[in-house]
């Protein structure tokens, strides 16, 4: 059965950091691609993040880029997303989700844009995230 498992997330002033966790377990990271989204309130749920095994793209959306570093350990079955520094505009629930790289010709995580949250197949129940001052 495949499960993810959201931590890490809370309060946190603006400029400040924080690291969220996603557990994995049920599959091999191996053949899946990785997304973090989130869901502001009143919005709609966005990618921000999201990195593919297959072909190592890394994709990162612009409002979190070069603030935001995606990473993993499938040794651990665990992926990363450490950010710094934070911004008022970044509280949201984040979710962590998987999508078996079963197609070839498909971008799972495109190094293009942001991924496709139909693809991921197996989502978190997600991490509150709340910079305020």
């Known amino acids: 059965q495949v499960q993810l498992v959201e931590s890490g997330g809370g309060l946190v002033q603006p400029g400040g950091s924080l690291k969220l966790s996603c557990s994995t377990s049920?599959?091999?990271?191996?053949?899946?691609?990785i997304g973090w989204f989130r869901q502001a309130p009143g919005k709609v749920r966005e990618g921000i993040s999201c990195?593919?095994?297959?072909?190592?793209?890394?994709w990162y959306d612009d409002s979190v880029k070069g603030r935001f570093t995606i990473s993993s350990d499938s040794a651990k079955n665990m992926v990363y997303l450490e950010m710094k520094p934070l911004k008022l505009e970044d509280t949201a629930v984040y979710y962590c989700?998987?999508?078996?790289?079963?197609?070839?010709?498909?971008?799972?995580?495109?190094?293009?844009?942001?991924?496709?949250?139909?693809?991921?197949?197996?989502w978190g129940q997600g991490t509150q995230v709340n910079v305020s001052s």
């Open positions: 049920g599959f091999t990271m191996d053949y899946y691609a």
């Open positions: 989700a998987a999508a078996p790289e079963v197609n070839p010709s498909t971008y799972y995580c495109s190094p293009y844009g942001p991924p496709r949250s139909i693809l991921y197949d197996y």
């Open positions: 990195f593919s095994s297959y072909d190592g793209a890394i």
